[in-house]
Nanobody, 125 residues
Framework: QVQLTESGGGLVQAGGSLKLSCAVS????????AAWFRQAPGKEREFVAASSRPGGSFFYADSVKGRFSVSRDNNKKMVFLQMHSLKPEDSAVYYCATSTVALSGIRRADMYQNWGQGTQVTVSS
């Protein structure tokens, strides 16, 4: 059974930093793209960042480029999202997801088969 479990969310002031973690079980992470998405109240789920399998390429939404960094440890089956210079508009539930989709679909939420339950990130102004 595949399971993804996010942690590390919380309340932080604008300009602060947080590091999200995603523990993956039930699959060989090295065979999967790993991504982070987020969803704010009343908005659609949006792509944040992704690490392609087995981990050599990285993709970011324009809104987080230069501030967020995605990484992975395939041996420990962990995916991370380091977030710096956080803004109130970064507030959302952050989800970890894995996929075997072609690289062209790595930013599309509907291409991801496995999802975590999410962790709340709140950035106060």
């Amino acid at each position: 059974q595949v399971q993804l479990t996010e942690s590390g969310g919380g309340l932080v002031q604008a300009g602060g930093s947080l590091k999200l973690s995603c523990a993956v079980s039930g699959l060989r992470l090295i065979n999967y793209h790993a991504a982070w998405f987020r969803q704010a109240p009343g908005k659609e789920r949006e792509f944040v960042a992704a690490s392609s399998r087995p981990g050599g390429s990285f993709f970011y939404a324009d809104s987080v480029k230069g501030r967020f960094s995605v990484s992975r440890d395939n041996n420990k089956k962990m995916v991370f999202l380091q977030m710096h210079s956080l803004k109130p508009e970064d507030s959302a539930v952050y989800y970890c997801a894995t996929s075997t989709v072609a690289l062209s679909g790595i930013r599309r939420a509907d291409m991801y088969q496995n999802w975590g339950q999410g962790t709340q990130v709140t950035v106060s102004s």
